[in-house]
């Protein structure tokens, strides 16, 4: 079976930071694209950082770049996403996500697995 699950949510003030983790069991990062989505109150989810499946390079939306950076460990199966000088606009229900038909970035038709969300909340 597929497993994603993402941990490391919290509480945290402006400027502060957090590390979330999404565990990937029963697949191959080769074989899937594999990214960080965002949920906030009565928005749209959004993708926030993404892998490429073709070069494994990273793609990072607009909002995030210089103060997200998202990194994986092909040895435990595990990507990470470290959250730095955190603002009241990250908060947000964050989910890692698996696909294998990327357009580009976070950009796809289709989202094969998703992992259970993780909530985190920055505090102004």
């Known amino acids: 079976d597929v497993q994603l699950q993402a941990f490391g949510g919290g509480l945290v003030q402006a400027g502060g930071s957090l590390r979330l983790s999404c565990a990937a069991s029963?697949?191959?990062?080769?074989?899937?694209?594999i990214g960080w989505f965002r949920q906030a109150p009565e928005k749209e989810r959004e993708g926030v950082s993404c892998?490429?499946?073709?070069?494994?390079?990273?793609w990072d939306a607009d909002s995030v770049k210089g103060r997200f950076t998202a990194s994986r460990d092909y040895t435990k199966n595990t990507v990470y996403l470290q959250m730095n000088n955190l603002k009241p606009e990250d908060t947000a229900v964050y989910y890692c996500?698996?696909?294998?038909?990327?357009?580009?970035?976070?950009?796809?038709?289709?989202?094969?697995?998703w992992g259970k969300g993780t909530q985190v909340t920055v505090s102004s």
């Open positions: 892998f490429s499946r073709a070069d494994g390079s990273v």
């Open positions: 029963g697949f191959s990062f080769d074989d899937y694209a």
């Open positions: 996500a698996a696909f294998r038909n990327q357009d580009w970035g976070c950009v796809t038709d289709t989202i094969d697995y």
